[in-house]
């Protein structure tokens, strides 16, 4: 499988299967996109010569396996139960915030407001680490709703995990998801000296950001925010941290949040689709998308810009290394949801990621008594680009691995049929990354 696509003035074509990425001129791009598309390269207007000298070259790439490479042989319906490598503790079903868009409720998660208890939280990395196998390296989200609400336990789970560490030989890297909202002195020192990763939420300009993410009392909450989030980040250093922010049909002219993020000195962003109901007034419709698409193209356009002046940022959506990615069974198997992460709801119940939280449905069991549905952990290790239907012809499927199980169930009512808005986005972020990629790599050997 191959697929041809064109950013600013240059021409690509991907060899799916191999992932070798191929810089094109205008000619030969015409003729792969011929090609891809199953239509006759001779009906294009070249001379017959060009393209027979074309394609000879195009077939001596395959016979390298660089040019329309045949899929690897791998058996459907094997894959086994495996490990639990990750998971979501939910600190507090309760928010100092009221985001107009949570799909989370303002963090109730549609049921009682309430803080995990650090005994359960304990509970949780007991069973964690029971079923991580031989897998050393562990990875522990602390999520909410705000988890620093109920910062108190944090502490105390954090210091029960580095005991377990040092009992069971593993290592866990803690990750905290926070709104920044109380971001204390004391506390950036603690997650600054803790947390593998932070991850701070903002969505960019004041205007855009206060309209969709009040506080309880109506006022916005911009300017706590970003002074608490530049002095985290001013003492984190090196480490890990990312800005993450969320796009509604309010703002499709999302590059502009972006550049404002980097105006306020960050330089790791992620900015992620809105997940809503089309009836809701900032869902993300339709007749959005090619508005959407022209906007990533505007915003890779941007922050090529940057780059290329020694202004680098980091756009999470925008990372990506042909020579050195994940391995096949992660690019088949993607995130994990329900076989090797999981989620768990303060009161220890136990679901296959955040976002499935609250449907009785998928519900996997609970860190309290012990219970786990291995096989609802099958069900889910078998929804693969393997198994779905609409994934095993699709020249993006390594790239987000078959997209989010929850979005397609939120969507479509079935894990194995993703979101097509969805799809459309990555397919445009995974262009733009590669071209992005592809003109880095032709820099430096210049």
């Excluded at 031989?134 to 580095?162: C, Q, S, T, W």
């Excluded at 993703?418 to 592809?438: G, L, S």
Aim: aromatic share 10%; proline share 4%.
């Amino acid at each position: 499988m191959i697929h041809a696509f064109a950013f600013q003035n240059g021409f690509y074509a991907l060899d799916v299967e191999s992932g070798a990425l191929h810089a094109l001129d205008e000619f030969a791009y015409n003729v792969v996109r011929t090609l891809e598309s199953g239509a006759d390269p001779y009906a294009l207007p070249y001379e017959k010569k060009e393209i027979d000298e074309l394609l000879e070259e195009l077939d001596a790439l395959k016979a390298q396996g660089a040019f329309d490479s045949p899929a690897p042989n791998i058996p459907q319906g094997t894959a086994q139960p495996e490990i639990v490598k990750a998971m979501c503790l939910h600190i507090a079903h309760d928010c100092n915030l009221r985001c107009k868009y949570c799909f989370a409720d303002t963090g109730e998660f549609h049921g009682e407001r309430m803080f995990m208890k650090s005994e359960t939280g304990k509970k949780a990395l007991d069973f964690l680490v029971a079923h991580s196998g031989n897998r050393r390296h562990l990875e522990v989200d602390l999520f909410g709703g705000e988890p620093l609400m109920n910062f108190g336990a944090v502490k105390e789970i954090v210091a029960y995990g580095r005991e377990l560490e040092k009992k069971h030989n593993k290592e866990i890297s803690f990750t905290i998801t926070t709104n920044g909202v109380a971001l204390t002195d004391t506390v950036i020192d603690y997650l600054n000296a803790e947390m593998y990763n932070v991850v701070l939420s903002l969505d960019g300009r004041k205007e855009i950001h206060d309209a969709m993410r009040p506080t309880p009392n109506g006022r916005g909450s911009y300017d706590i925010i970003v002074e608490n989030a530049k002095k985290l980040v001013e003492r984190r250093g090196d480490k890990e941290y990312y800005i993450r922010g969320t796009f509604t049909s309010k703002n499709l002219d999302f590059t502009e949040d972006v550049k404002h993020m980097a105006e306020l000195g960050f330089d790791r962003v992620s900015l992620e689709p809105v997940v809503l109901p089309d009836e809701s007034p900032y869902a993300l419709r339709d007749s959005d998308l090619k508005r959407v698409l022209e906007e990533y193209d505007a915003l890779a356009s941007y922050l090529w810009e940057r780059e290329k002046s020694g202004k680098h940022i980091v756009f999470f959506h925008f990372m990506i290394d042909l020579g050195n990615g994940p391995c096949l069974k992660k690019r088949i198997s993607g995130c994990g949801a329900g076989s090797e992460y999981v989620a768990v709801t303060p009161e220890g119940d136990l679901y296959p990621c955040h976002q499935f939280v609250g449907e009785e449905g998928y519900k996997m069991g609970s860190v309290l008594t012990g219970e786990f549905d291995t096989k609802m952990q099958q069900g889910f290790l078998d929804c693969n680009i393997l198994t779905k239907e609409a994934c095993k012809a699709c020249w993006a499927k390594y790239f987000c691995s078959g997209g989010c199980a929850a979005n397609a169930y939120k969507y479509n009512g079935s894990i194995y049929e993703p979101h097509q808005m969805t799809c459309a986005f990555e397919k445009k972020r995974a262009e733009n990354a590669m071209a992005m990629y592809a003109m880095r790599k032709e820099l430096e050997s210049e």
